[in-house]
């Protein structure tokens, strides 16, 4: 219930500050972590067992044993667009009703209701009236037949998850239902726009066209690129997903997902203790050179695109005796940019396209040491929009084409403005000297866990 009271917390406070009225708004946007799930009870309200989140592994076991069956992980990739990794929600959810005490016998008598934040968001602001999902978060469950455009009853049965329990599937820009007057102040506000966080901060970009891509820099770093109508299935270990649907019709994406990336920097400061704020990153990598041949993986709970190895652990390696601070700083911002390489270098091995830009957003696009080695390390062009909280304007937007707030996308175009671009200042050999290295690094991390288990 903490995540509900926060977030109903927040709405009241932001009418109070903008001093806006509860029925001046147009409408509502919601826009979630994809992964986390609740599982509550259909009559009472109450979750049975707290959200279990994307980062969660408590599920590998699961996993592993669904890995044993190589026909059906591969039904589920051809099917879900997903590898099969304890990140996504399905898991979870069977983690709960096989762990809960009594949760397995309510959700087969069909009194237990799933859904990702989003979902858990709406039945509250509705009080109960509506249990649904877009197509971009449903599509994140590992549940959902992408090609089809519903849940998946195979894998369903494989997990044992009653069909019951799911939400209904809209699209992300339309109406779901209307706020419950006694919600806020009273009004009935639509709720018009739904995305998982990191579809609608490919929408708040502007991507509309295939081959436009962005990458999110938040507690983990995604980056999405549009393909059009039809799905692309990676060989290089990219996620095939839903970016958002209108009218029934959906528009596909390629993505590659990064566990840690701004995460990395609050561990050097809550952790190490090496910086008193995340800022003061930027200051230290920027009084030295180079990381002095230091990489640092953050592999805190495994490797995700494209490596996907569950049992990877986090490796510092190259230390000497010259080795500083600013270097094991510098090498945690630069991890940060090399994964994300990874993932773009496997998209343009999947699409056949070479990357004409990119746009990103999130907290730690603030930093310019990072920034421009982003664009030495890809050898491209960064655009960092003025609005940086792009996810928030991704699902304005949806919220808004819905209740006819803005006309069409042409005219969303027009609000989205450049603050900064980046040129690359690093010779290819260079970077390609350095990504050699990072990539050795990786070789090193992974697999770790597997030893201690």
């Known amino acids: 219930m903490e995540i509900w009271g926060t977030q109903s917390g927040v709405m009241r406070e932001a009418l109070e500050f903008g001093r806006v009225k509860p029925d001046q708004i147009a409408a509502i946007g919601i826009t979630n972590q994809r992964e986390t799930v609740v599982v509550w009870d259909k009559e009472t309200g109450d979750p049975v067992y707290n959200a279990i989140v994307w980062q ?3 599920t590998s076991s699961i996993c592993d044993e669904i890995k044993r069956d190589p026909q059906f992980v591969k039904y589920i990739k051809e099917n879900t667009g997903l590898v099969v990794d304890a990140y996504f929600s399905g898991t979870k959810v069977k983690w709960i009703l096989d762990n809960v005490e009594g949760a397995r016998e309510k959700a087969n008598a069909g009194k237990l209701l799933m859904g990702t934040i989003d979902t858990w968001l709406i039945w509250n602001l509705t009080r109960g009236k509506v249990h649904a999902t877009d197509y971009s978060n449903a599509s994140r469950t590992m549940l959902f037949n992408i090609n089809s455009l519903e849940w998946d009853k195979k894998i369903l049965d494989y997990l044992n998850i009653p069909e019951s329990m799911l939400p209904e599937v809209k699209n992300s820009s339309e109406v779901f239902g209307v706020t419950d007057s006694h919600t806020l102040g009273g009004a009935e506000i639509p709720i018009a726009g739904v995305a998982g966080d990191q579809h609608a901060a490919l929408f708040g970009h502007c991507c509309f066209e295939k081959g436009m891509a962005k990458n999110t820099y938040g507690t983990g770093c995604f980056a999405l690129m549009n393909v059009g109508d039809k799905p692309v299935y990676s060989d290089e270990g990219l996620l095939t997903t839903i970016a958002w649907a209108e009218n029934g019709k959906p528009t596909y994406a390629l993505e590659g997902s990064v566990f840690i990336a701004g995460a990395v920097i609050q561990w050097i400061r809550d952790g190490l203790g090496l910086v008193r704020s995340a800022e003061d990153s930027e200051y230290y990598a920027t009084k030295i050179d180079s990381t002095n041949g230091v990489y640092l993986v953050p592999a805190f709970v495994g490797l995700g695109t494209p490596y996907w190895d569950m049992y990877a652990r986090g490796t510092i390696v190259g230390i000497t005796r010259d080795t500083k601070r600013e270097h094991i700083i510098r090498a945690a911002l630069e991890a940060i940019a090399y994964q994300a390489k990874d ?31 982003q ?34 996308k042409q005219e969303l175009k027009s609000i989205l403005t450049t603050e900064k671009v980046f040129e690359p200042q690093k010779d290819s050999q260079a970077v390609a000297h350095d990504y050699r290295g990072w990539k050795k690094a990786v070789e090193r991390s992974k697999a770790w866990a597997e030893c201690y288990s």
């Open 56 to 58: 969660c592994r408590r």
């Open 343 to 373: 993932v773009l270098e496997c998209m343009k091995e999947d699409t056949g396209l070479d990357l004409a830009g990119l746009r990103v957003d999130g907290g730690a696009v603030q930093n310019n040491f990072l920034m421009q080695f």
């Open 375 to 408: 664009s030495d390390i890809l050898q491209s062009e960064i655009s960092k929009p003025k609005v940086n909280e792009i996810t928030g304007l991704g699902a304005v937007f949806l919220a808004g084409l819905a209740v006819g707030f803005w006309k069409d």
